[in-house]
């Protein structure tokens, strides 16, 4: 199967910094889209960026201009650099792979665990 595991999360104040990673591991054959997604308490999961393997992006129009999303496709890991953290975007951020592996003809997303990132104004 394949392993997706998250780093990078924690506590920042207001106007800082993180740099999430994520890798994926396992019986890999290919992986077409990585993406991160959050979701903060009482609300739905939603897409922050993707990016596929050609290095098309996708933003969520809240985090534009503040975050970049980037890929290492020889590593299958998949980063997203947030700058001028704001409060609301405090949630707990989840990776995802959609990965084709050996012994299956089709691609399935897999998921991290999820990594909190946490905004103090």
């Known amino acids: 199967q394949v392993r997706v595991v998250e780093s990078g999360g924690g506590l920042v104040q207001s106007g800082g910094s993180l740099r999430l990673s994520c890798a994926a591991s396992?019986?890999?054959?290919?992986?077409?889209?990585m993406g991160w997604y959050r979701q903060a308490p009482g609300k739905q999961r939603e897409l922050v960026a993707d990016?596929?393997?050609?290095?098309?992006?996708n933003y969520a129009d809240s985090v534009k201009g503040r975050f970049t999303i980037s890929r290492d496709n020889a590593k299958n890991t998949v980063y997203l650099q947030m700058n001028s953290l704001k409060s609301e975007d405090t949630a707990v951020y989840y990776c995802?792979?959609?990965?084709?592996?050996?012994?299956?003809?089709?691609?399935?997303?897999?998921w991290g665990q999820g990594t909190q990132v946490t905004v103090s104004s």
């Open positions: 396992g019986s890999i054959v290919s992986i077409s889209a």
């Open positions: 990016i596929s393997s050609g290095g098309s992006t």
């Open positions: 995802s792979a959609a990965a084709q592996i050996y012994g299956r003809p089709y691609e399935y997303v897999y």
